[in-house]
């Protein structure tokens, strides 16, 4: 059974070459990325003996934990993708519960990222180890710490595989990953405040994670002798234990009903009351408020953007002592700007096949004008008050009176970002697919469209801003007062025009927000 687990999941690694030609080149770059990381890693791993024995130790610590890790959250980034990795996908095959959990182990460390994460493991055994013994125990450690991150894994993602189908599961793995990305940059905000050098952080993580079970297998390495022997049995103890854990919780999910395909939709009033206009374009901004609360994609964007914007607030904050710049309160607020705004850059991809709606309701350009002006009032009324509260912030941690040019920069950049969404919305849209996965972006074979369309229209909102931003940086920041009106001014000519546009090319952008997924 195990080798007809090994086998199946070769047959899907090759079917991706049998594929598209997308298919074919996200393999291949796949394959160049996990040579890359596997060389790297362990060269860099190896090159621990050159430093000294309890740094080393500590990087060691560090780098174990970062993989298990990785383990855990990339299934989950995988999950809805991967028809390996959902249980209820084999529960009817006449297999028993032992089989599937050798088969799925064995699957588990087939593939591109296995091996390379294995291999970048292995190189901690010429780093850490210095003496035959902890040499000896290094060939034991790094498998029964490679099984360890397999098994946890699985753990995960099986007693996670009911919540992941429905859509407050979604949002949760969603919401999860957007914070571990904020995470990964910690150690540079930690710098860049002036807590401590790189040396000093790793020392401080290395000690909160030594206990973890990874940290005891890198620590086993190091330490040798009949201690290490004890770290390696501590951590066996544990995967084993994880492993009775996956087997209970894959029994259960082998006989749980399917949540996702359950009933409880029902029909409340709208939260918004009358604080919306009649008409088109009051209805478009309630339908939109929905999508960023109820849908999944709506809402990993508006916390993506919330994580770009925090990391840049502490990235750019003063740990220098001497007087903060106009750049260090005005910038991140301007950048938050530019990033809320980025979901106008593709304002009907959403909607998919439920476009055609619109298509046969508005019978002349007016009505998706007003259509347009919805989907942009929606963003505005939630990036408007997020990037206020970004600018009291930055303006705490820099100098207050730059709060309000901030505020005002960071406003007016936003329309100048719908300015090149409403055109980027009618001639390069794409279909936004409706996964499972909301980290999805494009339908297969627009990734390009995708790429175009938020690259130009960063860099075109960007631009259009240097009028007033450059100003503004240069001391002048009374010029900020115009950016608001320079914004939403362009924007609204934008959508006259590109309503008619639109208007024009229904057919075309019908097909566009509609491709198979």
């Given amino acids: 059974m195990v080798g007809l687990f090994v086998r199946l999941k070769l047959r899907l690694i090759a079917g991706s070459l049998k594929g598209t030609a ?4 996200g393999f291949i770059f796949s394959l160049i990325a996990g040579l890359v990381v596997a ?11 050159a430093l000294d024995p309890g740094m080393a130790a500590d990087v060691g610590v560090v780098f174990f934990t970062s993989i298990l890790i990785m383990w855990i959250v990339g299934p989950l980034l995988m999950f809805g993708l991967d028809d390996t990795l959902d249980p209820a996908r084999l529960a009817l095959f006449p297999l028993t519960t032992g089989q599937l959990t050798r088969g799925l182990l064995a699957s588990s460390a087939v593939g591109i990222w296995p091996i390379a994460s294995l291999f ?7 780093g850490l180890a210095r003496s035959v013994t902890g040499a000896v125990i290094g060939i034991v450690a790094v498998p029964v710490a490679f099984a360890c991150c397999l098994v946890v894994s699985r753990l995960v993602t099986t007693a996670l595989s009911g919540a992941l189908r429905t859509r407050r599961g979604r949002d949760l793995m969603a919401v999860a990953v957007i914070l571990l990305v904020v995470g990964s940059q910690l150690p540079g905000m930690l710098l860049n405040q002036g807590l401590g050098t790189g040396l000093e952080i790793i020392t401080r993580t290395a000690g909160v994670l030594r206990w973890s079970p990874t940290g005891l297998a890198a620590h086993a390495i190091a330490d040798g002798g009949l201690v290490g022997v004890a770290e390696v049995v501590a951590v066996a103890l544990f995967t084993a234990g994880c492993a009775w854990l996956w087997i209970v919780a894959l029994k259960a999910a082998l006989v749980r009903a399917d949540s996702s395909s359950q009933g409880g939709g029902s029909v409340r009033r709208s939260r918004f009351g009358g604080l919306l206009p009649e008409g088109v374009l009051g209805a478009v901004v309630a339908k ?15 916390v993506s953007a919330l994580a770009v914007i925090i990391i840049m607030i502490f990235s750019t904050r003063n740990n220098t002592g001497g007087e903060p710049t106009v750049w260090m309160g005005v910038f991140p607020v301007w950048l938050g700007g530019l990033v809320v705004s980025l979901q ?13 709606i619109n298509a046969v309701v508005y019978a002349k350009p007016e009505a998706l004008r007003a259509d347009l002006a919805g989907r942009q009032l929606a963003i505005t009324f939630l990036g408007v008050p997020l990037i206020g509260l970004t600018a009291v912030v930055t303006g705490l941690l820099t100098k207050p009176e730059w709060i309000l040019p901030a505020a005002l920069t960071g406003w007016g950049v936003m329309g100048l970002v719908f300015t090149v969404g409403a055109f980027t919305s009618v001639y390069i849209a794409y279909t936004q697919p409706e996964r499972i996965n909301a980290f999805t972006g494009a339908a297969p074979g627009q990734g390009g469209q995708a790429f175009v369309s938020s690259i130009g229209s960063l860099v075109g909102g960007a631009v259009l801003s240097l009028p007033v931003l450059i100003p503004v940086m240069a001391g002048y920041v009374w010029v900020s007062v115009l950016m608001p009106v320079y914004g939403f001014g362009l924007a609204w000519l934008a959508r006259r025009k ?3 546009i639109g208007f024009r090319r229904m057919p075309e952008l019908m097909a566009d927000v509609s491709r198979p997924t």
């Fill in 498 to 500: 590109a309503s008619v």
């Fill in 22 to 25: 997308q298919q074919r080149a």
């Fill in 288 to 302: 939109e408020l929905k999508y960023a609360r109820r849908d999944p994609r709506g809402r990993v964007t508006w």
């Fill in 120 to 126: 970048a493991m292995t190189g901690v055994i010429f």
């Fill in 344 to 356: 106008a850059t593709n304002s009907f991809g959403i909607d998919g096949r439920a476009l055609w």
């Fill in 39 to 49: 060389l790297v890693g362990f060269y860099l791993m190896a090159g621990l003996r």
